[in-house]
């Protein structure tokens, strides 16, 4: 059987991104949901996430810092970011990362 290799690419030094009101490190050079695997790894490994942008399941809303464009993207396809900030995120992701108890106020649920 072959390898599946990391889990992680390979990274250098973490990241801070905001999560609801919450803020986190996670490894540079990874997808969004990747990074929150980290934070989350073993409720992420059991979510319903297809990882090819079919489910839908890990869309979220972010920016990346004050004063710049909101904008939506699937988690699984996009890259984290020093700064970004995620505002909305789908209900399976806010599901899985609840152990973090983010502020469901500050973080709304995207549908």
Do not use: H
Not at 38 to 55: D, H, K, Q, T, V
Not at 71 to 88: D, F, H, I, P, W
């Amino acid at each position: 059987m072959p390898n599946p290799g990391p889990l992680f690419r390979p990274y250098e030094r973490l990241v801070k991104i905001t999560l609801g009101d919450k803020q986190f490190e996670v490894p540079e050079g990874n997808m969004l949901l990747r990074a929150m695997q980290y934070l989350a790894p073993e409720n992420i490994s059991y979510g319903r996430f297809c990882w090819n942008e079919e489910c839908q399941y890990c869309r979220v809303s972010f920016d990346l810092g004050e004063g710049t464009q909101l904008r939506t993207a699937l988690s699984c396809k996009l890259m984290v970011q020093e700064g970004m900030r995620v505002t909305e995120m789908a209900q399976e992701i806010r599901y899985c990362l609840r152990e973090l108890q983010l502020n469901a106020k500050e973080l709304k649920a995207k549908s």
